[in-house]
């Protein structure tokens, strides 16, 4: 299939991270995780975040989402939410289902949450009819391409924390915001008051395999038993540990995002010069957001295949990846505008 | 790591297999399985078990199990099982968590069960303040390296019939018990009145990717959202497309099977000359229990990794895989002679 | 304890269902709700409601809540509903643990939900990432105090029916709504669509004892095994049997809400007159809500009961019951002047 | 209806505990347990068991278990528990569905666990793929009519203890073992190392209305939410609070209880007498088990209704009340006889 723009997982698996894959693949290593390329990824977890991190890989995001909040949650609390969140919208209710909790959805501003959005759920607490807030949930980048910067997170931070709550970071595209922000890893996590990290990878090049960060060891007492019982332990377990060792190493997580955000800056220029077509949120990291006129939708997706995000809108989401071309990106373009002109 | 006889995860990736996943990683395709190799695999188990089969791909073995089973109960059902069965002893509880459905275990013979062995179970129908017995499920290769006759299966599968119940088979050694007993995977699944099988690949030479596989398609009615939400969506499903296409090309599964039941029984042969050992159980497949000396258990574990099943017996159990070679079984029978001439 | 006007339910229970209570405490019968006093009060449920209403007793409205959703949902299902609905904010998650479904909260209009405000929530069909709209919740009066006219009703039905969907009301002041609407309880219920109702009785006079009324059968096949399962199934039964007949004998209920709607609209008539209050809602059943100054909902709440509705905005909540009198009515109002005079 | 030996539960209410009830219907008082007969009633707990002890009052004996459990149970946790068990085999599957915890049962001798008996399925301890046990749970008086002896519940206490479990109680005739015993409620539970008692009183005269009971306040971190999530919030507490009150003044308690079992000893005499009947259990409490000729059980039953306990052995439950009489206890074996000798 020609590449599209449709998502960062219809992509492939990065060749170095393949080739990485590839040589683990020698012998036999013990399973579940007790083998040395497991070991090392998590050695280079607490390289990156500091050495009191507690690591855990998943298989996929939602597995990441489901993990990081069963580990601080309790059937009786709720979690708090954009309405556009990745729990809330896309998981198909696995949040309730596993956790229990209720889900509190906040309609953002620009994909984000703020603490004056979320204070209106800060209540009851201590009242046992009402569901016990317990997780501020903000996703990095947002859903809509947006970026959080560190002061917004630690606003968020601090008010979880003021109220005994944790703050938990869906980071599906978290290397995409550590490079739109041009800082570290740590630095917009942990140092912003973040508890629990959803670390993703198969956005940016991995195949599958994300990994639960916490950086407070006393959250993960029960996390070993969630993850086996939420169907979330890979018994060849070097195959993600292999992928995430050569995800860091000589920074290819940031060549790879650096490289997509670039693009879809680069696509995202070349359609602002477009009457047509405007730009619906800031581009921030990967994702470009924009209305189109309805009649170039379909013949469009034909040739490069993308999402409607809004159909009453005629809003489409146009997301790049660490493959997409500067090529591909003015084919697209030219096929816009010839069929605009047919029009 | 010196190949060991712990486990058949422990291996890796059979080449053939791995050169799929290779070739399948080019250029972008739809996510979630809407693939080209997605599609053929789907095509290959239709082709394998008739047209009107419906499969569901997802990451592991508990995945399938729980994805299998929560497609046809409710929350006041019951699930009868051996004692010995993974769903019972190794998921750490996800079929309670995920299906809310009791399990009722037997001890099994042999691993085993039979008709009388579940009969008491089948009980309480109707009767509100009685969870209601909905499937049996049995494990073939058993957990004790028994394989179940065509005619046992039929037996189950008539009596579950009988009491509008469902069997369900945890197939996570399929391969294994098709080559032992000669047979099709149809023969021994569908042909024997099997409702629900769950399709394991990993442990005969798969990275991941396990299938569940409904006989009857009304079965599936949600299957696609429980997939979903019991975190099991893999969003690059062509890397288990691309791994099954490779596993049925050419019967490579049986060719792997074969070798490892083959050295199963070299394995048995040889240590059987040994009086200090006792084999506990007919090795029927790729698995081999046998009482040794305690002494010789540590020794034994340091040059090759295997598991202790039964402290108290001192029991173990060694497992032959797809790339076990009849040299390594040499040279850790030679230990064995050896530690035992030092004791 | 004084009378005061915090909750329908700090009530007692109305002397004509304690003798029936009373009387029914008569030798053995069988437990479990297979007793003629049971009998009789599903007879009865069927008069009013047409003879192919199944009825199932529970403890509490929560209970009636939880045992109704999930006899129609499975796990991946959503329920939409207000955002102050009871199911939402007053049940501590118990529809999100018990369901697994995901709760839509929708800001309402007076309490009330209306087509144009729910359509939001009605995408995503067919979409495994999404949870699949399953059930539309009414409150019946809802928490605001005001009563969704038959119209209203029937628009909501039909919106939810288009889409396959169930309306659901809880209608645990039913009540009060058909005495507020004159209208009979099947009118206001099955004739306009309704599919699942929470019928209350314990905030109108009764000790405990609430009814999931479903009127389609279809509906419950799994339900009597739901009640047991949610911990709902009353053993001696015939107290909440005895308890419904009574309940109906003589249009009690009416005469009951009657009263209580009434002595609402006369707290509301003499307070209105009060010039420092202000009525936030339509006082359309048996509640009032008010603005008054917070320096007198204190040393007014030592002698009479209630709770603050909205601290930010000072608004409280007074609720009627069948027992409130006149007299106490003016014995409140002339408090509240009492006290702002003194301010 | 005709009193019969089918259940406890089939009597009505005690007429100490129905005045005690009436007298709470005055006026009134804070919902949810906020009042002063709860308030008596938890002190009256307190007297008996200590000042330490933590109670929560509940609508039934399932809800009763339930609650206990989930206060002290992670879902990756098992229960240990007899076959028999309630928890096990009457409760529709409602400890797995709220509780996500696996049920581990035991073949009990005479209805009773003893350490050898649990012994086995202590393992798997800080394994990840193996739900870890964290309770053991008893039934006092058992489901077989047998009662624990002091030593043999401290025995499994210390086991249990030993292993960083827990020792739960479900007490559903916790008051015909104490008469049983000749001692205290403090002394068969708390002081023989019990955790969490599930305190029974409707099956000894009581409408409605069990206590959790634990005697470690530290357990109770959650059990207010949950309480409320488990649907077993009663509104109008102050009916339960009231019979419990009552129940406990001038030991009404031990009158009730020592006449069921005072009448289980007679029905037990009387029928011992025939040679055509056989004694299956030891009786202990308020239950007779006893093998019959199959021909006269239907017969028996359209007087006297009752139970039949295990077809397959003709055996069947006879269960006394307080309310049983002697003389009901003669008609019933003197139709014994008359129906054996017409057959």
Chains 1, 2, 3, 4 share one sequence.
């Not at 579940?32 to 298989?59: C, H, L, M, N, S």
């Not at 940016?204 to 086996?228: D, Q, S």
């Not at 019982?229 to 993600?240: A, D, G, H, T």
């Not at 999402?307 to 009453?312: G, H, P, Q």
């Amino acid at each position: 299939m020609r590449k599209g723009f449709a998502s960062d997982n219809n992509s492939g698996v990065h060749p170095a991270i393949f080739k990485a894959m590839t040589n683990a693949n020698q012998g036999h290593v013990r399973g579940y995780g007790d083998d040395q390329y497991t070991g090392k990824a998590i050695a280079v977890f607490r390289d990156t975040f500091g050495p009191d991190t507690e690591v855990f890989f998943v298989f996929n995001g939602t597995g990441a989402n489901i993990l990081g909040l069963s580990s601080v949650t309790h059937s009786f609390n709720s979690v708090i939410c954009a309405e556009t969140a990745h729990i809330e919208e896309d998981e198909c209710g696995a949040p309730e289902k596993f956790t229990g909790c209720k889900l509190l959805p906040v309609k953002p501003v620009l994909g984000k949450l703020t603490p004056e959005l979320v204070e209106h759920h800060l209540k009851g607490f201590d009242f046992e009819h009402h569901s016990q807030p317990k997780v501020i949930s903000i996703s990095q980048v947002t859903e809509m391409g947006t970026v959080y910067q560190p002061k917004e997170i630690r606003a968020l931070a601090d008010l979880a924390h003021s109220h005994n709550m944790y703050l938990h970071m869906d980071g599906a595209r978290i290397a995409n915001a550590a490079v739109s922000l041009n800082m570290g890893f740590k630095a917009i996590t942990k140092d912003c008051g973040v508890d629990i990290l959803s670390f993703g990878g198969t956005k940016n090049g991995m195949m599958m395999g994300e990994a639960v960060v916490f950086f407070n060891p006393e959250l993960t007492n029960h996390t070993k038993y969630l993850r086996k019982q939420s169907m979330q332990l890979f018994s060849k377990m070097r195959f993600i540990g292999a992928q995430f060792q050569a995800y860091f190493e000589d920074d290819l997580w940031k060549e790879s995002a650096s490289h997509s955000n670039k693009m879809a800056q680069y696509l995202k220029e070349e359609v602002s010069k477009i009457p047509q077509i405007e730009i619906t949120h800031p581009v921030e990291a990967n994702g470009v957001f924009a209305r189109i006129p309805k009649e170039i939708i379909e013949p469009l997706q034909e040739h490069f295949f993308f999402y409607v995000w809004n159909e009453k809108e005629s809003e489409v989401r146009w997301m790049t990846t660490f493959d997409t071309t500067e090529t591909e990106i003015r084919e697209f373009v030219l096929l816009i505008k010839t069929l605009l002109k047919n029009n």
